[in-house]
C-alpha cells in the first residue's frame, strides 16, 4: 500500500502539468493579485517597514524584489520582507483560519524570479502551494497558521525549483522540522508578530527548505510515516486530511477574499455597521448602547484585542464616528487611544453567540445601536460580499487591488499589473511582475 508521501510527491510533480479547470485558474490569477495587493499596501505599515530594514541590513546578492521598495535581496530575505508586508494590514485572503496568500505568495514570487520561472509555473505553484498547505493545515488543526502555511511555501517553492520525486520528500522533511507556531500572537500590540507568524516565517521557511534541497542537502525520505514521523511524534493528527480530494477539490476556490481591512471574524460586522449607516445617519451622541452579536469561536479572536484592525469594538465605534471605514482608520492606533473613540467603544458590548455557532453559518454578525430615544437599529448580515459563498467577480478583486495599490505605485503601473495577472501565462519570466512593483 502506498504511504501518504508517495502519493503527495506524485501529485506534487503531476501538479506541474496537470490540465486545470479554468474556475481553478481564474480563483489562482484573483488571489495572486489580491495577495500581491496586499504585500504592497502593507509595505508602508510598520511591519512591512521593519521586514524591509531587516533585509537592508543583512544584505545580500541582488536577486529578487521586496515589492513596494527599491530594494533587491536574496530569495530568503525577499520572501521573510514580502511575507511581513504580505499581513501587515489584514487585507490578505484566509481559509479557515489559514491565512495562505500572504505567506504562499511571497515564497513563490521569490523563488520564481530569482529562477527566472513563467507566470504559468508562478500561478500552478501558487495553487499548488494552497492545496499542499491548507491540507497540512486540517490534518494537524490544533496549531497555529504557521505550520501548514511551511508546507505551502515549501510546495511552491519546491516546484519552482523543478526537484524531483527524491528531493520533494527531502523538502517535505525540511519543512517538518521548520513547522512551528503558537496561537499566542493574539497577545501581539503592534501587528508585528502575527505578520512574522502568519507570514514572514512561513515563506522564509518554505524557500529555505528549497534552496537547501536544490544546493545538495539530502534528509529523511518519509518525515510523515517513517521512524519517529510526524503524524505520531506531532500528535493530534488526522493522515486522511493530508490527500482528502486532492486533485478534485482545490482550495484556491474556497478562500476569502476581504472586503474591509480587518481580522476575518468581523467582516460580517463592520458590512452591518456600514451598512445601518447607509439606511439612516446615526448621531454618535445619541447612542445609548451597541451590541454585536459574532459566533463564538470568532468572537474570541477579535474581542477587545491590542490592534486595530482585530479589535470589533474599537472598529464599530470608529465607524459609528466617522461614517466611514478607510484604510488609514483600519490601523491608525492614535485613533485607537482617541478619548471619544474609547468613550463610545465602552457602549460596545461583544456577545459571542453559541446559537450563531450552531446555526451552520460560521460568518455573521448582527449589529444592535439602541438610541437614547430607545429607538434600536438592527443590522444582520450573514457571509459579506467576498466570503467563498458570496465571492467577489473578478471585476472587484481588481478594483480592490486597484484600490490598495495605486496609492503606492500610482494607476499606470497598477494598470499594467492587473493586465500581467489577466495574461500571465502569457509572461515568460516573472520578473515582467515584479518590475510593475518596484519603487525607483
Not at 494552497?130 to 497540512?136: A, E, K, P
Not at 497558521?145 to 519552482?160: E, K, W
Not at 486532492?246 to 468581523?266: A, E
Request: glycine share 8%.
Amino acid at each position: 500500500m502506498a504511504k501518504i508521501v508517495d502519493s503527495l510527491v506524485e501529485y506534487m510533480l503531476a501538479a506541474r502539468c496537470a490540465k486545470l479547470p479554468e474556475e481553478v485558474i481564474q480563483k489562482g490569477k484573483g488571489h495572486l493579485l489580491d495577495s500581491l495587493a496586499a504585500i504592497v499596501s502593507g509595505s508602508t505599515l510598520k511591519p512591512g517597514k521593519l521586514g524591509l530594514q531587516h533585509a537592508r541590513q543583512q544584505g545580500g546578492r541582488e536577486e529578487c524584489s521586496v515589492l513596494g521598495s527599491s530594494l533587491k535581496t536574496t530569495p530568503i530575505l525577499a520572501a521573510f520582507a514580502n511575507g511581513m508586508s504580505g499581513h501587515a494590514d489584514e487585507t490578505d485572503d484566509s481559509n479557515s483560519q489559514l491565512h495562505p496568500g500572504c505567506a504562499i505568495v511571497p515564497a513563490t514570487l521569490a523563488v520564481a524570479e530569482s529562477q527566472n520561472r513563467s507566470g504559468e509555473a508562478l500561478l500552478r505553484a501558487v495553487i499548488l502551494g494552497y492545496d499542499i498547505g491548507f491540507r497540512f493545515h486540517q490534518a494537524f488543526e490544533p496549531r497555529s497558521t504557521s505550520f501548514g502555511a511551511t508546507f505551502g511555501s515549501a510546495a511552491a517553492a519546491g516546484t519552482l525549483a523543478e526537484l524531483d520525486d527524491l528531493h520533494l520528500r527531502y523538502l517535505i522533511s525540511y519543512a517538518a522540522q521548520q513547522a512551528s507556531g503558537s496561537r499566542a500572537w493574539v497577545g501581539d500590540d503592534d501587528h508585528i508578530e502575527k505578520a512574522f507568524d502568519y507570514a514572514a516565517m512561513p515563506a522564509r521557511n518554505g524557500v529555505t527548505a528549497a534552496l537547501l534541497i536544490q544546493s545538495g542537502f539530502t534528509g529523511n525520505r518519509d518525515v510523515l510515516e517513517g521512524d519517529q514521523g510526524i503524524i505520531k511524534t506531532y500528535a493530534p493528527c488526522d493522515p486522511a486530511k493530508i490527500l482528502s480530494e486532492l486533485g478534485q477539490r482545490f482550495t484556491i476556490t474556497s478562500c476569502l477574499v476581504k472586503k474591509y481591512p480587518v481580522g476575518s471574524p468581523m467582516m460580517e460586522t463592520v458590512d452591518a455597521t456600514l451598512a445601518l449607516l447607509s439606511n439612516q445617519a446615526i448621531n454618535p451622541e445619541q447612542i445609548e448602547k451597541v451590541t454585536v452579536r459574532i459566533p463564538e469561536s470568532g468572537a474570541r479572536t477579535v474581542n477587545n484585542r491590542h490592534m486595530p484592525d482585530v479589535n470589533v469594538q474599537f472598529m464599530v465605534s470608529a465607524i459609528l464616528l466617522e461614517g466611514k471605514l478607510t484604510f488609514e482608520m483600519a490601523h491608525d492606533y492614535e485613533r485607537f487611544q482617541n478619548p471619544r473613540v474609547l468613550a463610545l467603544k465602552d457602549k460596545v458590548q461583544l456577545v459571542g453567540d453559541n446559537e450563531m455557532e450552531r446555526s451552520g453559518h460560521r460568518f455573521q454578525g448582527l449589529v444592535e445601536v439602541t438610541l437614547k430615544d430607545g429607538q434600536t437599529l438592527r443590522e444582520h448580515v450573514i457571509n459579506c460580499r467576498g466570503r467563498p459563498e458570496n465571492p467577489m467577480s473578478p471585476d472587484e478583486v481588481e478594483k480592490k487591488a486597484a484600490w490598495l495599490m495605486e496609492p503606492i505605485l500610482g494607476q499606470k503601473n497598477v494598470d499594467q499589473i492587473i493586465d500581467s495577472i489577466r495574461r500571465i501565462e502569457s509572461l515568460t519570466n516573472t520578473r515582467e511582475l515584479t518590475k510593475l512593483m518596484n519603487l525607483a
